[in-house]
């Protein structure tokens, strides 16, 4: 679109303005025209960042709970600091991160009705031996996306708490857990199983403004 602005001196003629202003202004208004796929593709790109950053804060700060107050105190940790280390890293990318399982411990990481479906898909893989990618869907009338992508059992460590509750954690630790989460459905875990998944809800707009 040509933008043309006029300068007024009194009652006197009017004058065009310098070329310099006249294209800065036709740049800052320009608009630019993105496609749906650019946009999902970045959000995918985004997502998986920040659910990388919120693994490794979340996994860093655990590590750091247990060598200094033992499984059993990190169970605290759990209770305590989880939800706020996730709010924050929600907070600084303006978005809403959060851990969502079927089989949960803390029963805010239950998955809501848009969760719900995409969690039962990685489940279903998971009985039948089929890798998960992470996924994409368009929620709230397509204005904000939700990323997903399968959390699975890594390290043995993961077992002090979420393992076979007579052989793999310990009884003064078993005793915490089920003190503090007396509905636990999070035991009897192993290696390389499906835990839940890390659901990041972007709002469009937020993804716009990053291209």
């Given at each position: 679109?040509?933008?043309?602005?006029?300068?007024?001196?009194?009652?006197?003629p009017?004058?065009?303005?310098?070329?310099?202003?006249?294209?800065?202004?036709?740049?800052?208004?320009?608009?630019?025209?993105?496609?749906?796929?650019?946009?999902?593709?970045?959000?995918m790109?985004?997502?998986?960042?920040?659910?990388?950053?919120?693994?490794?804060?979340?996994?860093?700060?655990?590590?750091?709970?247990?060598?200094?107050?033992?499984?059993?105190?990190?169970?605290g940790?759990?209770?305590?600091?989880?939800?706020?280390?996730?709010?924050?890293?929600?907070?600084?990318?303006?978005?809403?991160?959060?851990?969502?399982?079927?089989?949960?411990?803390?029963p805010?990481?239950?998955?809501?009705?848009?969760e719900?479906?995409?969690?039962?898909?990685?489940?279903?893989?998971?009985?039948?031996?089929?890798?998960?990618?992470?996924?994409?869907?368009?929620?709230?009338?397509?204005?904000?996306?939700l990323?997903?992508?399968?959390?699975?059992?890594?390290?043995?460590f993961?077992?002090?708490?979420?393992?076979?509750?007579e052989?793999?954690?310990?009884?003064?630790?078993?005793?915490?857990?089920?003190?503090?989460?007396?509905?636990?459905?999070?035991?009897?875990?192993?290696?390389?199983?499906?835990?839940?998944?890390?659901?990041?809800?972007?709002?469009?707009?937020?993804?716009?403004?990053?291209?």
């Amino acid at each position: 679109m040509l933008l043309v602005l006029v300068v007024s001196q009194g009652c006197g003629p009017q004058e065009r303005i310098s070329k310099e202003v006249f294209d800065a202004v036709n740049k800052n208004m320009e608009v630019k025209k993105l496609s749906e796929s650019e946009i999902i593709q970045e959000a995918m790109i985004w997502g998986d960042s920040i659910s990388r950053e919120a693994q490794k804060q979340f996994i860093s700060n655990l590590q750091k709970a247990i060598e200094e107050k033992g499984v059993t105190g990190a169970i605290g940790f759990c209770n305590v600091e989880a939800l706020p280390i996730l709010k924050a890293v929600s907070e600084r990318h303006k978005v809403t991160i959060r851990r969502a399982s079927n089989r949960y411990r803390n029963p805010a990481n239950q998955p809501d009705s848009d969760e719900a479906k995409i969690l039962d898909a990685y489940e279903y893989n998971a009985e039948n031996g089929i890798k998960s990618d992470p996924n994409i869907q368009k929620i709230q009338g397509g204005e904000v996306y939700l990323y997903t992508k399968a959390i699975i059992i890594q390290e043995g460590f993961c077992l002090s708490c979420h393992g076979d509750p007579e052989k793999e954690i310990d009884a003064k630790t078993l005793s915490e857990i089920n003190a503090l989460y007396p509905g636990d459905k999070a035991k009897g875990y192993k290696v390389g199983d499906l835990r839940g998944m890390w659901s990041i809800k972007i709002p469009k707009k937020e993804v716009v403004d990053r291209l």
